[in-house]
């Protein structure tokens, strides 16, 4: 009978712990996790209201003859618009988190692997500028009318700016040779009377395709994600909830959130509920920082691995981004000309004006404990050519409780630097004009492009220059896949190819084991196998002796 | 082996021979998952693996509270008195009088089921080594949680090396364990015993009348 109540009390315990944990109360429709009903409550309102037609203002339908008229007409009723743009690093080009002296930003310092800086090819770069005329120095930042209010709230998209026209759009009809394709003015009126709030297309028009081409600097962002599917993005999907950009970059007085340089997108983790009017939108500010369902095993990854992590398993699903850039390679003429080859993804592999690339698809990020800053070289800041030089670098480690596991692209390539300073080098590509006598796009000269590019940039030059290889690293964050596309766990808790393989200083359950413990455990398994066999073995024969 | 008139002694009460068999149940397991976690092998997938190794080893847990209380309530934790008398007799009898068919030099009794080498070893079982691997792999489990616990001076990879390590030592007494079986009058004699509760031993030891089986 005694035994009979031990069991029966060992049955009942097991049995509690069973139910407890296998069984979710009221499992009868399938539960969503908590983070998703959090979220889905973020977004129950999905229309935002307008309260003026543009179409039907008088000053919008007056003959414009370029952008700056335009402006002008916008400022007659915004007057603060663009003194509040002014602010901004989308204007500046300036880190607005450093010294005005230290000139931080792409139009200071900063260099990178893609055209290395925009210092001497401003009617290039500047096409991206949400301004008119920054051609050279000399352009006006204090100037209201030069700013481009139409690039990021026109919504006809047929409004362009001309690809070397220093942020104009094309006065009159103009081919461009570097893409071959014609521009034409805007049809001003109507691209004025259409606008509103930012949507991914207009944002899209810079931000896909920064450093010269679709798909060439993020990984993340390109133009598949102007119109994604929920596959793509389950977020901004046009069969999902369509965000645009700017419903998580929110905006206060034109000033866009997100990561500047070091600053991080947002310091805190909170969710909306905790701080409602949080002007930075994070994952955790709708989906909260234990998003999955109760009691699993993702829950407890939060502190330490970013969403980011394991809900982007690949970026550039859709279209191909640039993984190397090798400068070195450039200058090479076919019968005398420039050329041009494109590899099986469709995209430029070899040109004579910028050397050899490598695309790919489906990119496995690289991943970095990461507190969200960054650090970035300039072209003042001393390299060790030796070894791959990391233009930026994320910041953190697995001790500071800020950082997180984060999923980054490496962008690697070759690019010149002065041997004898050690520094890295500012090239003038773009040419000015037709007597341009030193732009490398057009006589294929480093030393006159480089000596040409740091006179322009105001920094000594040795007149010696070699190539170094550079590695430009992009935080990994849209191109969220739908919760049944994620890492596994395999993934990244594996001895094998982990995708975590290379982040060291922690323990990692699965990826990581004691060399000399699992020798000695193996050792001690196999010894006792062996030998409980021989003695088994030398029982049957004494036996067997024993018999005869 | 030279054997004389066996007796059947009712040895392993039911709840005795349950718990073994659950906790072998158990071990062997929290022993495939854990290599698995480990990455020695795919079976289950590596969550799958988790998600069985934390239940059941939670589960090993809750169960193993009610060994010790059953140990102390019944009494039976003086099985596991640890004694060093006549233990160099017994490794000699497995080192070399077990080829020669000499009898077992501590035949089991009711009061004294395990010899002086079992006691030792189950004694180093379940109040240490068993104890250390629940007890790591708890911590282990709520690792999370260390913050909150005032536990944040702990190492995961300590957790995990002693862990791993007392994983071995059970895979070892494993397979001595099973093998350890078979030394009975007859191959599958002690295994038969832990399921039915009988043991066979030799007639001449003093053992009680009430003991018997009644037939």
Known sequence: MKHTVNVFCLALAVLTWVSATALP???AEPEKAPGIILADQAVKTKDLWITSDHSQHAILKQPFKSGPEVTAACLTCHNQAALQFHETIHWTWIDPATADTLRFGKAGMSVNNFCLTILSNEPRC??????????????????????????????????????????????????????GKTYYPPDWNTVAQSVGRPTRENCGVCHFYGGGGDGVKHGDLDSSMTFPNKALDVHMGTDGQNFDCSRCHSTTLHNIAGRVYATPAAEDRKTLIEDDLATKITCESCHSSRPHKAGTKPNDHADKVACQSCHIPTFARVNPTKMWWDWSKAGVKKDGKPYKEVDALGKPSYMTIKGEMRWDKNVKPEYFWYNGSMSYLTLEDAIDPAQPVWITKPAGSPDDPKSRIFPFKIHAGKQPYD?????????????RGPEDATAYWKHFDWDKAIANGMEYAGLPYSGEFDFVETKYLYPITHMVAPKDNVVTCIECHTAQESRMANLAGFYMPG???????????????????VGVMLHGLGRIVSQKNRRE | MNLGNLCKIYLYSRYER???????????????????????????????????????????????????????TTGEWRQYIPTTRKVVAVVCHYGYGIFRGEPHPVPKQKEAKHNPLQRLTYLALAAVLLPIQMLTGMLYWGYNSWGDWGLSFLSLEVMAFIHMAGAFALFVFLIVHVYMTTTGHSPLAHIKAMITGWEEVEEGTTIEEWEKKRT
């Open chain 1, 25 to 27: 109360a009221g499992a």
């Open chain 2, 18 to 72: 349950f718990w073994h068999w659950l906790q072998t149940l158990l071990i062997i397991i929290l022993l495939v998952t854990g290599l698995e976690v480990h990455g020695v092998f795919t079976l289950f997938g590596f969550e799958q693996a988790v998600t069985v190794h934390e239940f059941v080893g939670i589960t090993w847990l809750i169960a193993f509270a009610f060994f010790v209380f059953w140990l102390f």
């Open chain 1, 126 to 179: 500047t096409s991206c500028h949400a301004g008119y005329g920054w051609k050279d120095k000399s352009f006006d930042f204090s100037s209201q009318v030069n700013v481009d209010c139409l690039v990021c709230h026109e919504q006809t998209g047929t409004y362009e700016k001309f690809p070397a026209g220093s942020g104009h759009p094309a006065a009159k009809e103009t081919f461009f040779a570097g893409e």
């Open chain 1, 419 to 431: 041997k004898i300073s050690k520094r890295f080098v500012a090239l003038h590509l773009f040419p």
């Open chain 1, 511 to 529: 990826r990581d084991s004691f060399r000399f413990l699992d020798a000695v455990g193996w050792f001690a398994v196999l010894a006792s196998l």
